[in-house]
């Protein structure tokens, strides 16, 4: 509970660049100008939706994007809105946290000094592409500074979830570039914790707070805003409802989960392998509208730096 006496939420939206989606889906490399699209047409549309209720949120960027000038402009305007800009690595290699040392330090380091130059502020999150938290990536976070990490997702019907489609297709011959990370990241705590060096999945005295993304209490169902604006009403009430169970709700969201097939252009054969992208903008925009405003009535929305600020001076969000 915080001062007002609400329950305590972060959201958070991972801008991942449309070419993320192409490699989940084993699809060539997209054309040049929908590189910058996903930040370009997306981030405005959450800005106004987080503006309308006084939402102050965290957005992950990828350090690679802030080549385009467009992208730029659109961070700093997130920035100057006074929404907090966490590291999701330079270049979003989804098997990050298999490669080598210089490697991870180069992937937190490159965005870091990105953002940084941009926004005029150091981040102090991290998310890892693919929710994929190695032992040795968390080292680095450390030995950078980090205040928290936000990668965890400790969802075995996620996992499970994309283990099958993964399988499928490969076996229909179009192997996907997404990765499994270490299943062991599904016994990991569910609310904020300390992780373990060399152990990330357990408890610890790492100086890194680890900031899990939702997950439901018992089935463990991924509370993730993907779900929540393509799912039946009945089935987001009752994800919803459970989380009240929770000390924190970390709510996260996706910058495509606001862009629309038709009128960002976006290509046929991507949309006919996501089908959240078949939703019209205006229903999405509708749900999530929604969504926030039986959230806002409950909780009180912070940046998952200030999430973590809390954790670390008194040990509970
Ligand atoms: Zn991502």
């Known amino acids: 509970m915080t001062r007002s006496g609400k329950r305590l939420a972060a959201i958070s939206v991972d801008l991942d660049p449309v070419r993320c989606y192409y490699e989940i889906h ?6 040049p100008p929908l590189g910058d699209l996903v930040i370009r ?3 405005p549309r959450f800005e106004k939706l987080f503006a309308q209720r006084g939402i102050v949120a965290t957005f992950f960027v990828v350090g690679a994007d802030l080549s385009s000038a467009a992208c730029r402009d659109a961070v700093s ?5 006074g929404h907090e800009i966490g590291n999701h690595s330079q270049q979003h290699l989804y098997d990050l946290q298999r490669r080598d040392d210089a490697t991870l330090h180069d992937e937190v380091a490159t965005a870091h000094a990105r953002i940084s130059e941009l926004t005029g502020r150091s981040p102090v999150g991290f998310r890892a592409p693919g929710y994929g938290l190695g032992p040795r990536l968390l080292a680095v976070l450390e030995s950078h500074g980090y205040r928290y990490d936000s990668s965890v997702f400790p969802s075995g019907p996620y996992y499970a979830a994309k283990l099958a489609v993964m399988s499928a297709r490969a076996l229909g011959g179009e192997p996907s570039g997404a990765f499994v990370g270490d299943p062991r990241g599904l016994l990991a705590p569910a609310d904020p914790y300390r992780p373990r060096s060399g152990a990330p999945w357990r408890r610890g005295q790492s100086s890194v707070v680890e900031l899990p993304v939702a997950v439901t209490p018992s089935l463990r169902l991924p509370a993730i805003g993907t779900l929540l604006v393509t799912a039946p009403q009945a089935i987001r009430a ?6 009240r169970k929770r000390e924190f709700f970390n709510l996260e969201l996706h910058g495509i989960d606001l862009c629309d097939a038709e009128a960002d252009g976006l290509p046929t054969d991507l949309v006919a392998r996501q089908p959240d992208l078949r939703r019209p903008l205006k229903d999405k925009v509708r749900t999530l509208a929604a969504t926030l405003e ?12 200030e999430v973590a600020l809390r954790f670390q001076r008194e040990g509970h969000v």
């Open 26 to 31: 084993g699809l060539p490399a997209p054309p």
């Open 294 to 305: 039986r959230l806002s009535a409950e909780y009180d929305f912070v940046p998952l730096a």
């Open 238 to 243: 009752r994800v919803l409802e459970s989380m």
């Open 77 to 81: 305007e997130l920035a100057r809105a």
């Open 41 to 43: 047409r997306a981030a």
